[in-house]
Structures are given as C-alpha cells and as structure tokens.
C-alpha cells in the first residue's frame, strides 16, 4: 500500500476521534462515529449498535449514510436478538475469555452457504437492502464487550477486504475511546446540573433553563411560569428527629415534585435550589394549568404526615404581572408569592397577578435594589432573585409593601 493511501487513513482516523472530541451530546457522539467510520471506509452506509445484556440483543443506535427504506437516523426501536449471530455470539461469550482480540471482519451478500464467514442473517440483511458487503467490528470499552461498528458498501461497489478489516479494528479502538469520553463527560455534567440527595436538577440547571426559556418567550409568546416552593418545618424535623429524617422529607418532596413536572410535560424541569427551597420551571403549559399542579403539589407535601406541608408560589407570564424582561424579575415574583403564601400559613399556592399586593412587594424591591446592587449587576438582570433580594421581599411580607399591611386571603 502507497504511502498516499497510508496518509489518507491515518488523516480519516484523526478526523473521526476530532469529530467525537467535539460532538455535545451523545446522539452526535454516536453520529460522529458512524460518520467518520464509512467516510474512511470509503462506505455507502454506516451503523452503531450496543449491546444490551439483560435481553440480550444489539440495539441500533444511529443509522449514518445511505438509509435503507424503514431505516432511521436515531431508532427509537431498532434490536436485533444476538443469538441469531453466531459470530456475535462467540465474541461476546467465548473468544475473549480465551484472550483472544476483538478484531472486524467482512461479509458479502455472495457467499456461499457453509464457506467460512457466512452468517445467514447477516447476508440476508444485506441483500434484502441491497447492500453488497460489510465490515463488522467489535467495540469493546473497559476489557468488555460493548457493541459494534458496523460499515457496508452499495452492490455493484468493491468488496471490502483484509485491509479494510484491518482499518475497521483500528477504527472500532478509536470509537471505543471516544465513547468512554462521551460517557465520562456525560457523567461530569450529569453531576454539574444535579442535586445528590434528591436527583433532581440543580440551582445551575434552573439558572441555564430559564435563560433559555425566556428567549422562548420573548420570541413566541410561549407562557412561562415558574413555581418556587419552601418546606415548612424541616429545622425543627432535623432538630427533633435528626437529619436523616429531614433528608428523607427532601427526598420525599423531591418525588412529589418530580411528578408534578411529568404532570406538565416535557418541557417543565423540577429542582432543589438549596436548603429546603425547591422550584418547577414550565414552558408551555398555560398558567391555570401551572397553579392546578402546584395546588396538587401543596395537598401532597401536607400528606407526607413529615414536617409541616409547604408554602408554594407561582409566577406565570399567562397572567397579568407586566412584561417580564428578565430572569431575574419572574425569580422575585415568584419568591414573593411564596413568602406571602409563608406568612399567611396558606394550604394553598399563592399567585403573583392573582393575590395582592404580590406584584407590589416584588417590584417594590427592584426599585429599592435599583440604588444599592453593584456595577454591572442591574436590579432587573439576567439572574434569578439573590438572597438579599429574597431578605427584603421578607421583610416586606411582615411589615407589609410600602407600609401598606398586606391582604390576607
């Protein structure tokens, strides 16, 4: 082989681990590897598949190239039983535990039955989409079979060789490494934007969420509410029945609010700020559909028979509480609902533009803030409400919004 077609490879290899390296979520990681697999193959058509141990089978995790008729780029169903591959078979469960190495080899929708390499099921599926060979190689992460890669080229295309093997196990090396990158960096974010004790997302989620659910809705109109809760009771629960009990309530609420947001849809992210505050952030749903939840979440949270129940405020743009410019705002109309909703001792949520003097009391504070936060942080930025803020609205609640007592109710 010419020094030209050495270079040639050698750039492909390069390229498909720099397209991993810089794919941002693991459908395009699969992508990038598939991509990169047929291009320096010189395919028509490439496949990722893992394996699935418990039911046993190779679930297809993109399709890259040249689709067949009822084939998909990302399947949501694409499993193949395992035990119809007799050579899959035997690498997952025989030939490595006899040391052996996991290397690719080829397939063509000529051979003959009983000739060495032939797999009925493989070649029936080439021929069925017209497809005239394929190179398969294992991918093995960690000293343990993980899936395949998979490469085939059109009929009437060259038949791919020994040295495209060759390649295809150098390749299946590189995107085995690549997807333990991805699972790693999967994992780190995983743990950035995520709460420990209860699971749910974080105070650095909410923050990157809401930022880009407000561009939503300054773009389309999309209603926007959020639902900022505090549970009541958890100092004295940790001071009289001890802190694994008061993380059992976090935990608890936790769920109630994780079924809250499924109640939502798709769209609505549930998350512990810190301590015990909690929040729902939703993008779509309509307003009255956003309070009936939190209603719900109320009830439950004084039915877990811990604590003291919690006090729950809402703040949607569905309702009528003036533009929201910023994060920032729809976090201090929120908070006020829910401290308002904390000194009333209400079973129910409180709603910012529903219950006076909610919208008062909050922007009552962005205008005493508007003289005091420091340069470069306006009162009405682009961050949710800090505690300072959160300590005047308070004290606001108890003395009342411009001296005003507030409404009960």
Known sequence: MGDGAEDARLRAVVELAQAMAAA???PEVWRAAARGARRALDGGFAALSAWERGPGRLRVLVNEGERAPGEEEFPEDETYPVHRFPEIT???????????????WVETAEGPEGEAGYCHQRVAALRRRGRGSCVVAPLVIEGRAWGELYVAR??????????EAGLATVLAAVVAAGLTQSERLEEARRLAFTDPL???????????RLDEALERHRAEGTVLSLVVCDLNGLKRVNDTEGHAVGDHLLERFGCVLS???????????????????FCLLALGPGADEVVAVAGEICAAAYALGVGEGVACGVASTGDPIGPVASARRLFRLADAAQYEAKGL????PVVAGRDDPVVRLADAVRTDDAGVVGAGQPGDGT?????????RIRGRRRGGAGGTPPASG
């Open 24 to 26: 941002r979520s693991a």
């Open 345 to 348: 001792g209400a079973r129910h």
């Open 198 to 208: 209860t699971g749910l997302a974080n105070r650095r989620l909410v923050d990157q």
């Open 383 to 391: 961050r949710p409400a800090p505690p300072t803020e959160r300590r």
């Open 154 to 163: 059109p009929v009437g295309a060259a038949v791919f060789g020994p040295a």
């Open 259 to 277: 079924r809250g947001a499924a109640r939502l849809g798709t769209g609505t992210l549930a998350a512990r700020l810190g301590g015990d505050e």
């Open 90 to 104: 035997e690498f997952l469960h025989e030939r490595w535990a006899r040391g052996g190495a996991p290397h690719a």
